[in-house]
């Protein structure tokens, strides 16, 4: 039982990591920014998953992905329950911002109905 909570405490600081969805060195938090969603292995009732950004396919192991300033196109599974239904989101990402993915759910709470980007500068 104590092996099952380290693999899982371990498993959950490793999606904590942050991805580079950019060629190079990381730069500074204050010229890139930060795309969150959730993590895969949570079991959260409702969870929108970031498998995409623009041409960077996400390992499953992060949650988050730092980005230049510009224009990106996230593709994001919102998985509840059994149910997963993938979205094509956009952001406009500012230097030093932290976007965070917030699914919707459907009247009676039984699908996700939208993805949305939340700035949490």
């Known amino acids: 039982m104590?092996?099952?909570?380290?693999?899982?405490?371990?498993?959950?600081?490793?999606?904590?990591?942050?991805?580079?969805?950019y060629q190079g060195p990381a730069q500074p938090t204050s010229q890139t920014a930060v795309i969150v969603g959730a993590s895969s292995i949570a079991g959260l009732p409702i969870a929108p998953?970031?498998?995409?950004?623009?041409?960077?396919?996400?390992?499953?192991?992060?949650?988050?992905v730092a980005v230049l300033p510009g224009q990106h196109a996230l593709l994001v599974d919102c998985v509840m329950g059994s149910s997963t239904i993938r979205y094509h989101v956009s952001v406009m990402a500012e230097p030093g911002h932290r976007y965070v993915l917030s699914p919707v759910s459907g009247a009676g709470n039984h699908t996700c109905i939208a993805v949305n980007v939340e700035d949490q500068k």
């Open 49 to 64: 998953i970031l498998r995409k950004v623009d041409d960077l396919v996400v390992s499953w192991r992060h949650t988050r």
């Open 2 to 21: 104590k092996r099952l909570v380290v693999l899982i405490s371990a498993l959950a600081l490793v999606s904590c990591a942050t991805e580079l969805a």
